[in-house]
C-alpha cells in the first residue's frame, strides 16, 4: 500500500520548510525510524524519519524547494506483511 | 534566508513517535517548554517518553531576546495544573522530572506557589520520582523563593543564560547580579540540595567573559552547570554570533570540571533540562 511522508510541522506556527537533501534514492528499501530527507528550520536541520516499512516510489520535490507543512514530501510503497 | 547550519546542528524527528507525548499534554490541558520555546530536542525527548513541564501557562511577562516564549498577559495559574503535571509524570513513568515555568511577574508570589503546589502533587502520586525546579529569578525576592525551597526540590535550578556583559540585550528584565543572588540565596538555604545554572554560548561573548561567569558562578555553591549553543528561534530575534564548535564545547567542559564544578553537560544541543536525571545520578555519591 502507497503512504505519505508529510513535511511536519513542528511547531504551531510553521507554514512551510526547505527541503534541503534527500537522504535515500527512489527504489531504496527504508526501515521505520530511518531518516528519508532533511528539512532546514530556523534553529537546526532536522532529519525526518520514515513511520513505515516500503520502499521509496517517488520523491515529490527536489532539494533547494520550499514545501507548505502537512503536504506529502514522499511516497513510500509499504512492505506487505506475509500472511 | 536562512544561514545554513554546522553539520552537529542535527536532530531526528518521528511524527509517530513523538504523538503519544503531544496528546498526552494536550489532554492535560498542560505546556512543555519543549513546545513552547521550540527545544530541537523536542522529537528526542518525547520519543524517550520525557518532557520538560512548563507550569504557569504559556505566555511570559517578559520579552528576552533569546527565548521562543510568547510575551503577553497571562492567565491566572490553573488550581488543576499541578495534579495533571503528577498524572502525566506517573504515565509517562518518569524517575527525573524538570518543572519550569513562564517568568510570572504579575504574581505576587512570582509563581511560587504553584511551583511548590505541582511538587507536592507529584510527590504525592509518583514518591519515587525526583523533582527539579526551573525556576525564574522571581524578582529575587526571598519570600518567593523560601516558598519553592520549603518542599526541597531534588534540584534547584536558575539559568544566568549569558555573561554579565550581554545581559542587558539579551534578557533586559533580569540581570546578573539578580540571578547569582538567586543561586547563593538557594544555596545557602539549602546546603544539600543540588543547585544548577546553565547559560549560552553563541551570542558574542569573549572566552574572558565566560571564565568570570564561570569564576562568578561556582562562587555561589553552584554544583551543575549546562552549556549550550544559543540558536536563533525565528528571525526576530537576537541573531547568532557564531557557532562554536563540538571542540568548543569539550573545552568548556574541561575549563568548568577544572575550576571544580560537580558536573557539567556542555554539547551544542545541550539544554538546561536535557538528560537532566544524568546529572542527578552523576553526582549522587557525592551528597
Not at chain 1, 527504508?30 to 528519508?36: A, H, L, N, R, T
Not at chain 2, 536532530?11 to 490541558?29: F, G, H, K, S, T
Request: glycine share 4%.
Amino acid at each position: 500500500m502507497e503512504k505519505k511522508l508529510l513535511m511536519p510541522k513542528l511547531r504551531p506556527e510553521m507554514e512551510k520548510a526547505v527541503l534541503c537533501a534527500w537522504l535515500k534514492e527512489v527504489g531504496d528499501e527504508i526501515k521505520s525510524g530511518e531518516p528519508v530527507y532533511e528539512i532546514e528550520t530556523d534553529k537546526v536541520v532536522t532529519q525526518v524519519e520514515s513511520s513505515y516499512d516500503g520502499v521509496l516510489k517517488s520523491k515529490l520535490y527536489e532539494e533547494g524547494d520550499t514545501v507548505d507543512v502537512l503536504l506529502p514530501v514522499a511516497l513510500v510503497e509499504e512492505k506487505q506483511e506475509a500472511v | 534566508m536562512i544561514e545554513k547550519k554546522p553539520d552537529w546542528l542535527k536532530v531526528r524527528y518521528n511524527q509517530e513517535a513523538i504523538d503519544e507525548v503531544a496528546e498526552l499534554m494536550r489532554d492535560l490541558n498542560l505546556n512543555t517548554v519543549c513546545k513552547e520555546a521550540n527545544c530541537p530536542n523536542l522529537g528526542e525527548c518525547y520519543r524517550k517518553h520525557t518532557a520538560t513541564f512548563m507550569i504557569l501557562g504559556s505566555i511570559c511577562t517578559r520579552n528576552c531576546r533569546f527565548c521562543n516564549v510568547c510575551c503577553g498577559r497571562p492567565m491566572p495559574p490553573n488550581p488543576q495544573e499541578p495534579e495533571n503535571v503528577a498524572k502525566a509524570v506517573k504515565h509517562l513513568h518518569l524517575k527525573h522530572v524538570v518543572l519550569t515555568c513562564s517568568t510570572r511577574d504579575d504574581l505576587p508570589d512570582g509563581g511560587a506557589r504553584q511551583f511548590a503546589n505541582t511538587v507536592n502533587a507529584i510527590r504525592e502520586l509518583c514518591p519515587h520520582t525526583t523533582v527539579e525546579t526551573l525556576i525564574s529569578d522571581m524578582k529575587g525576592d526571598r519570600n518567593s523563593l523560601d516558598i519553592v525551597l520549603e518542599v526541597k526540590p531534588d534540584v534547584l535550578n536558575h539559568n544566568v543564560e549569558t555573561v554579565k556583559e550581554l545581559q542587558k540585550e539579551i534578557r533586559p528584565q533580569a540581570g546578573y547580579e539578580s540571578s547569582l543572588g538567586v543561586l547563593r540565596y538557594c544555596k545557602d538555604k539549602a546546603p544539600e540540595m543540588r543547585v544548577k545554572t546553565g547559560f549560552m554560548v553563541g551570542l558574542g561573548e569573549t572566552e574572558e567573559q565566560i571564565n568570570v561567569l564561570l569564576d562568578d558562578v561556582l562562587d555561589t555553591g553552584c554544583d551543575i552547570l549546562t552549556i549550550g549553543q544559543y540558536l536563533q528561534p525565528t528571525p526576530a530575534h537576537y541573531p547568532v554570533a557564531r557557532y562554536a564548535t563540538p571542540e568548543d564545547f569539550a573545552r568548556y567542559k574541561e575549563i568548568a570540571l577544572a575550576k571544580g564544578f560537580k558536573h557539567v553537560a556542555s554539547a551544542p544541543l545541550a539544554r538546561s533540562s536535557y538528560r537532566a536525571w544524568e546529572a542527578l545520578e552523576d553526582i549522587h555519591d557525592l551528597y
